[in-house]
């Protein structure tokens, strides 16, 4: 599957953002997705992963309460709805795709988006 993440930009503090990564192929429905972020000079964190079918979601402390996962299967999409943004938030944000049930660590993902830039900044 081929991911392409888009929707980034430059925000202030305090505002909104919605990242979507858009997916090829007829088998989306059945990767498990996530969103990574890469500040620089940092380690790649998990963001929020969901499930197949969509009904379960995860989500990072970072980001918990604030950030809010969704798919769309019939659109081969998914969301990443980001709310009270942080400067510390700044980062380049991945999409990915996993063959497994559940994926919190990179490892576990088979498949990445080329990253969409978010800057969080007054």
């Known amino acids: 599957v081929q991911l392409q993440a888009f929707g980034g930009g430059l925000v202030q503090p305090g505002g909104s953002l919605r990242l979507s990564c858009a997916a090829s192929?007829?088998?989306?429905?059945?990767?498990?997705m996530g969103w990574f972020r890469q500040a620089p000079g940092k380690e790649r964190e998990f963001v929020a992963g969901?499930?197949?079918?969509?009904?379960?979601?995860i989500t990072a402390d970072p980001v918990k309460g604030r950030f809010t996962i969704s798919r769309d299967n019939a659109k081969n999409t998914i969301s990443l709805q980001m709310n009270s943004l942080k400067p510390e938030d700044t980062a380049v944000y991945y999409c990915?795709?996993?063959?497994?049930?559940?994926?919190?660590?990179?490892?576990?993902?088979?498949?990445w988006g080329q990253g969409t830039q978010v800057t969080v900044s007054s």
């Open positions: 192929g007829r088998t989306f429905a059945s990767y498990y």
């Open positions: 969901i499930s197949r079918g969509g009904d379960t979601t």
């Open positions: 990915a795709a996993s063959t497994g049930l559940v994926a919190r660590v990179g490892a576990q993902y088979n498949y």
